[in-house]
T-cell receptor, first 117, second 110 residues
């Protein structure tokens, strides 16, 4: 495996379910990110982890819970989601999480397409 | 905070024709500038970036972009489009955080 791998690629869940998205990077990077991509909207940064510590949390609802057990793995735990949470969730990594977040060059996974019924 | 605008939601060009995708930003200083491409069912891939120096930046797949400070623009160009270039293109502007444009979808006609 190379690059950034996300599983599952597709997920359908009810509003009362609990599920998790998984991201793994094989690049030796130290920072990992979750983005939300909704149709016709710009990418929204959700969370940033640097060396397993959360450095950014963009006012994301608590029904989304990230976990970064080590610098290669990132999870997004989902519970009691709403239909408007249906979107493509993209994981990304960068060599470091520079203090100036906008200077980081990101490598993205293919995304997990989430549908909430 | 910075903002980024991609004025064209959808562009169609013929294969072999030239391409220019527009990107305008708003920020009080010179930000970091990026272009990413997203093919169907895939994540975003970095095409090129501008941090400083030469304002004409070369990227992968034959793409280039020019930073014009006076116009607050970072337009992406390719002299001859291939059918495989059909994808969604995102401009991103980096300062204290990273802001992405809403994207421009490129269709290539045979």
């Amino acid at each position: 495996e190379t690059g950034v791998t996300q599983t599952p690629r597709h997920l359908v869940m009810g509003m009362t379910n609990k599920k998790s998205l998984k991201c793994e990077q094989h690049l030796g990077h130290n920072a990992m990110y979750w983005y939300k991509q909704s149709a016709k909207k710009p990418l929204e940064l959700m969370f940033v982890y640097s060396l397993e510590e959360r450095v950014e949390n963009n006012s994301v609802p608590s029904r989304f819970s990230p976990e970064c057990p080590n610098s290669s793995h990132l999870f997004l735990h989902l519970h009691t989601l709403q239909p408007e949470d249906s979107a493509l969730y993209l994981c990304a990594s960068s060599q470091d999480a520079k203090v100036i977040l906008g200077a980081n060059v990101l490598t993205f996974g293919a995304g997990s397409r989430l549908t909430v019924l | 905070a910075q903002s980024v605008t991609q004025p064209d939601i959808h562009i169609t060009v013929s294969e072999g024709a030239s391409l220019e995708l527009r990107c305008n930003y708003s920020y009080g200083a010179t930000p970091y500038l990026f272009w990413y491409v997203q093919s169907p069912g895939q994540g975003l891939q970095l095409l090129l970036k501008y941090f400083s120096g030469d304002t004409l930046v070369q990227g992968i797949k034959g793409f280039e972009a020019e930073f014009k400070r006076s116009q607050s623009s970072f337009n992406l160009r390719k002299p001859s489009v291939h059918w495989s270039d059909a994808a969604e293109y995102f401009c991103a502007v980096g300062a204290t955080d990273m802001r992405f444009g809403a994207g421009t979808r490129l269709t290539v006609k045979p």
